[in-house]
């Protein structure tokens, strides 16, 4: 993931891909989106078996 202070900035960037532009998201969308719990939950030891069991 990248961040960038601005649309144009991350047009300005070597790397960006025309077409993409719809995944230029403000911080505060990812923010919410990687803190529900389905991502929280990573850090959980038993993370994979209970992923793998479909209790996550």
Not at 1 to 26: C, K, V, Y
Request: no cysteine.
């Amino acid at each position: 993931m990248n961040l960038f202070r601005s649309e144009e900035h991350a047009r300005n960037w070597s790397g960006f891909i025309p077409g993409t532009e719809e995944l230029l998201q403000p911080l505060d969308y990812w923010v919410e989106m990687f803190s529900a719990p389905r991502f929280r939950q990573r850090g959980a030891a038993d993370y994979i078996s209970q992923r793998a069991s479909g209790n996550l």
